[in-house]
Nanobody, 125 residues
Framework: QVQLVESGGGLVQAGVSLRLSCAAS????????LGWFRQGPGKEREFLAA???????TYYVDSVKGRFTISRDNAKNTYLQMNSLKPEDTAVYYC???????????????????WGQGTQVTVSS
């Protein structure tokens, strides 16, 4: 079992930066790849970024590439740095964990076994 807790969300103005954190705990958590997803109002949940269990490589969806950065400072803490926020970034942001196998990245939410409760990010114009 892996437990995930997100934090760092809030109400911000467009153009600013925000860093979300995901604290992971549980058995063998260091062997899990971590991903960030978001779900905006009236929208489906979408994949944003992922980082391998080793922290050695990352993957981003094109829409956030260059603006968002995923990082991992140890097996238990993963971050999503979000720069130049836009109103369309308003969403509930989730981190998720999937047991790391191979070198590929998982981008479908069905492929992730564990989820946090989410943290709300609201960007005002």
């Amino acid at each position: 079992q892996v437990q995930l807790v997100e934090s760092g969300g809030g109400l911000v103005q467009a153009g600013v930066s925000l860093r979300l954190s995901c604290a992971a705990s549980g058995r063998a958590v260091s062997m899990y790849d971590l991903g960030w997803f978001r779900q905006g109002p009236g929208k489906e949940r979408e994949f944003l970024a992922a980082i391998k269990w080793s922290g050695s490589s990352t993957y981003y969806v094109d829409s956030v590439k260059g603006r968002f950065t995923i990082s991992r400072d140890n097996a238990k803490n993963t971050y999503l740095q979000m720069n130049s926020l836009k109103p369309e970034d308003t969403a509930v942001y989730y981190c998720a964990a999937a047991y790391g196998i191979g070198s590929g990245f998982l981008i479908l939410d069905a492929e992730y076994s564990y989820w946090g409760q989410g943290t709300q990010v609201t960007v005002s114009s």
